[in-house]
């Protein structure tokens, strides 16, 4: 098939669609800022702790809500369990450390072949437990 000039079809990649910009993109259009990896608000940090505490990945997250990678979806879930106190605070955090100890089993069933790469995904898993405690 053929595009409106004669040649072959153009297929356009999601990021190179310009529509999307209108979602990852605000105010000034001549620097093209991202807004929520440089500009953090608290309802998307609790977007992200609300879609986070449903179960979704971060990888999800920073889909739903316009991040630019899962680490940024990470720290807006971060910033919003740091704001909660007392019982919600403890129940947030031990749902995560569930969700930690089941990726855990994960890691070391996908990877009893492979013992290199099963060590650095549980010294990298070890590391955001200790952003917990």
Do not use: C
């Amino acid at each position: 098939m053929t595009g409106p000039n004669g040649r072959g079809r153009r297929l356009l990649s999601r990021h190179n669609d310009r529509s999307s910009d209108k979602r990852r993109f605000e105010g000034n259009r001549d620097t093209e800022t991202p807004t929520r990896a440089f500009r953090p608000n608290r309802i998307a940090d609790d977007d992200a702790l609300a879609l986070r505490d449903q179960g979704h990945t971060f990888a999800a997250v920073a889909r739903s809500l316009g991040f630019g990678r899962a680490r940024d979806a990470r720290a807006a879930f971060l910033r919003a369990l740091r704001k909660r106190d007392g019982v919600e605070r403890d129940r947030l955090t031990e749902r995560e450390f569930g969700r930690l100890d089941e990726l855990e089993a994960r890691i070391r069933f996908r990877d009893a072949d492979h013992p290199e790469k099963m060590e650095r995904r549980l010294v990298a898993l070890e590391q955001v437990r200790l952003t917990f405690r």
